[in-house]
């Protein structure tokens, strides 16, 4: 008997129904955290987890280009707070009157709370000086790397864990802090650890910052509309 084309489970290495929902739930329920971080230090077993799906990531040339640096000594993780907090002030005089007030009161206290922060690198010189598929696309590398971010974070949603990505600080700060090598970008500083509540919305919308687009609007057929050309 033929079976139909369209139906899912002959595709190659296709998830059956209950697998394919618990993959989208993990998508659609994935928060950045940032002051919900319960004390409680993870499991070793457990972030073993997380950091191989993360390095299972895909990877332009299969090159690779990530590490990851785990930081939990509480002496550290204040002094990058620190770093932090000076460029944290700055961003805040970047905002003016009723907005500058919503930023300001945004609890960004991660870095502190959380057990477990994980700064995730890039070493664009793994692949070599010609990589398969950067050849004219130099951020290719950095792409990945972010492809790597995502795997995690995905990962510790499914396994009942927070992250907060925290990208308020100057890169030099926190290369001077850990001693990341001049060569070496830093892409990632996640906040990592259990978590009292996930918001059932991202928490910029929940507090009135910022809605989610629809997403109509951002999917165009063919060429991109009024561009002029026909």
């Known amino acids: 008997m033929r079976t139909e084309p369209w139906d899912p489970l002959v595709r190659a290495g296709a998830f059956s129904c ?3 929902q618990a993959v989208y739930r993990a998508i659609e329920t994935r928060r950045d955290v940032r002051d919900q971080f319960l004390p409680d230090p993870l499991p070793d077993d457990l972030v073993g987890r997380l950091l191989h799906a993360a390095h299972s990531a895909p990877s332009v040339g299969f090159m690779q280009p990530w590490n990851f640096l785990t930081v939990r000594s509480e002496a550290t993780r204040r002094r990058v707070h620190a770093a932090f907090e000076t460029a944290n002030a700055e961003a805040a005089a970047m905002f003016e009157g009723e907005r500058q007030g919503q930023y300001r009161a945004l609890k960004l206290e991660g870095i502190l709370k959380a057990p477990l922060s994980i700064c995730v690198t890039c070493d664009p010189t793994r692949g070599g000086t010609v990589v398969l598929g950067r050849t004219h696309n130099p951020r290719m590398d950095v792409y990945s790397t972010v492809c790597a971010v995502q795997n995690l974070w995905l ?3 499914a396994e009942g864990v927070g992250v907060g990505w925290v990208s308020i600080f100057h890169d030099s700060d ?4 850990l001693g990341i ?12 650890g259990f978590v009292d509540q996930l918001y059932a919305e991202p928490e910029l919308a929940v507090k009135g910052w910022r809605q989610r687009l629809p997403l109509e609007e951002l999917v165009f057929e063919e060429r991109w509309p009024d561009s002029g050309v026909s």
């Open 174 to 177: 926190v290369r001077d802090i």
């Open 18 to 20: 209950e697998d394919r």
């Open 155 to 157: 990962a510790a949603r």
């Open 181 to 192: 090598p001049e060569h070496i970008e830093i892409v990632a500083w996640l906040c990592v």
